[in-house]
T-cell receptor, first 114, second 113 residues
Framework: EAGVTQFPSHSVIEKGQTVTLRCDPI?????LYWYRRVMGKEIKFLLH????????ESGMPNNRFLAERTGGTYSTLKVQPAELEDSGVYFC????????????FGQGTRLTVV | GDSVTQMEGPVTLSEEAFLTINCTYTATGYPSLFWYVQYPGEGLQLLLK?????DKGSNKGFEATYRKETTSFHLEKGSVQVSDSAVYFCALPISGGYNKLIFGAGTRLAVHP
């Protein structure tokens, strides 16, 4: 069974540009989460989808970040325009149920804004 | 609010050495506690968990005991291997929201032959 897949694995963009990160969850997993780790610090929750609906987006830092999950399958996280402080590793996770112990994480996308 | 504090790394050990990575937490009530691991080039994996006080989680030779009196969940392994080199994260679910995890800052472990 394929795990959670994230694309790209690494992205380097200039300040002010737009970047879109993609997450393909495990098939059949209704719950999808985004997290990020900035500057080697804590991994912080960004948001949670249940199917195509945003269940909780309380961790989204500002309106430069837009997450979508059309059709309840894969999800995208767009940063527009990117700022230097957005650099970090963005993790996606999916789970069949809503409990955190059931969540499976992807390998992360390392975003570098220069 | 809820929080997790981990010892800072990196931790560098020789093979077969004893490992302790400290983790303390602040939380409302008695949440489940987790250790996640990220091996080089891979995603986060759940290493072990404990769901109530005095529970001991264990996996792959690693152990951690849920100590509510000291609000701690220290990770230990009696004899580390080079393959244990990774970043380790202590975590707990946010009070009232089982869909959100709070992670510590992570501790990088490097094991040398």
């Amino acid at each position: 069974e394929a795990g959670v897949t994230q694309f790209p694995s690494h992205s380097v963009i200039e300040k002010g540009q737009t970047v879109t990160l993609r997450c393909d969850p495990i098939s059949g997993h209704d719950n999808l989460y985004w997290y990020r780790r900035v500057m080697g610090k804590e991994i912080k929750f960004l948001l949670h989808f249940v199917k195509e609906s945003k269940q909780d987006e309380s961790g989204m830092p500002n309106n430069r970040f837009l997450a979508e999950r059309t059709g309840g399958t894969y999800s995208t996280l767009k940063v527009q325009p990117a700022e230097l402080e957005d650099s970090g590793v963005y993790f996606c996770a999916s789970s069949q149920y809503a409990g955190p112990t059931e969540a499976f994480f992807g390998q992360g996308t390392r975003l570098t804004v220069v | 609010g809820d929080s997790v504090t981990q010892m800072e790394g990196p931790v560098t050990l020789s093979e077969e050495a004893f490992l302790t990575i400290n983790c303390t937490y602040t939380a409302t009530g008695y949440p489940s506690l987790f250790w996640y691991v990220q091996y080089p080039g891979e995603g986060l994996q759940l290493l072990l968990k404990a769901t109530k006080a005095d529970d001991k989680g264990s996996n792959k030779g690693f152990e951690a005991t849920y100590r509510k009196e000291t609000t701690s969940f220290h990770l230990e392994k009696g004899s580390v291997q080079v393959s244990d080199s990774a970043v380790y994260f202590c975590a707990l679910p946010i009070s009232g929201g089982y869909n959100k995890l709070i992670f510590g800052a992570g501790t990088r472990l490097a094991v040398h032959p």
